[in-house]
């Protein structure tokens, strides 16, 4: 009777755990790796499916931009081929003709100057540049203080 009922809560214990049961009654937490934010847009000639860009990729944009969402609610990436070679499919090396907006609560916005990068670099250029417009950004901010207002700078 005793080995009976042992093999019956095994069987259980298998059947909640390979239904995923048990994941129903756990908190759900968000995840920030299956799409990238609405805070963070891309534009131009290609599309965040064209950039493939892996779930490491879009979590680090997405944290990014939580991490960074008290100064800039908003984050603009146009992306476009660097020379007409560059229009077909997007591969690790393929150059990519980047512009770069953060815009603040305040409208105000911190550009960066067009460049040209390789897609396997996009997204570590995308946080460098988030870091030094946050740096760039409240430094200015502190220097005029609240008698006037910042309506874009260049990085």
């Not at 005793?2 to 298998?14: K, M, S, T, V, Y």
């Not at 980047?98 to 815009?103: E, I």
């Not at 396997?120 to 946050?134: I, N």
């Not at 901010?141 to 874009?152: A, H, Y």
Request: with cysteine; net charge positive.
């Amino acid at each position: 009777m005793l080995l009976f009922l042992l093999l019956l809560a095994a069987g259980g214990a298998l059947v909640l755990f390979r239904t995923d049961v048990v994941g129903f009654f756990k908190a759900s937490s968000p995840t920030y790796d299956k799409a990238l934010l609405p805070a963070v847009t891309v534009s131009g000639a290609y599309s965040v499916e064209d950039l493939r860009l892996s779930p490491a990729e879009i979590q680090k944009l997405n944290v990014s931009s939580l991490i960074h969402r008290d100064i800039f609610t908003g984050i603009g990436l146009t992306l476009n081929p660097a020379s007409k070679r560059a229009a077909g499919p997007v591969g690790s090396t393929t150059p990519l003709d980047l512009g770069l907006v953060f815009k603040t609560e305040e409208n105000s916005e911190v550009c960066c100057w067009p460049r040209t990068v390789k897609r396997r670099d996009l997204v570590p250029h995308v946080v460098r540049s988030l870091e030094r417009a946050k740096e760039l950004y409240t430094h200015y901010r502190k220097e005029i203080g609240d008698r006037r207002s910042i309506k874009r700078l260049y990085l």
